[in-house]
């Protein structure tokens, strides 16, 4: 199946970078390699000024995710930075609280 999604490491670098390293302080190794090869299927749009968070994993499904769902609670240095993981592949990440994130390749 082709995949048009771009990689989130292509759009947020600075992101993917910190969530990697995040991930390795929790000792999640598995999941802070697959961070570099999740795709950005859709920002959360809900419009609220304290939420970037991001839709990954378009194969996976929608919240409420169901079986095989945990979360991965990150201590980033400024706001909040939460996983959902299902079945060992990152479904969706909450970016709560934190400045706007610097985004490559767009201007917004
Ligand atoms: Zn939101």
């Known amino acids: 199946m082709e995949e048009k999604h771009p990689f989130v ?5 600075d992101l993917v970078a ?3 390293a ?11 390699v697959h961070v570099r090869d999740i ?3 859709a920002e959360c749009g809900c419009g609220d000024d304290f939420c970037q ?8 499904p929608e919240r409420p995710f169901g079986e095989g769902h945990r979360c991965v609670e990150l201590s980033p240095s400024t706001g909040m930075l ?3 993981v299902v079945d060992e592949r990152i479904a969706y990440i909450e970016v709560l609280g934190r400045p ?9």
């Open 18 to 20: 910190e969530l990697a």
């Open 53 to 60: 968070s991001l839709r990954t994993g378009h194969h996976l």
């Open 82 to 84: 939460v996983l959902d």
């Open 9 to 13: 490491r292509d759009i947020f670098p």
């Open 100 to 108: 706007p994130m610097p985004r490559r390749g767009a201007e917004r």
């Open 39 to 41: 795709r950005l299927v």
């Open 22 to 32: 995040l991930l390795e302080d929790e000792g999640e190794h598995g999941l802070a």
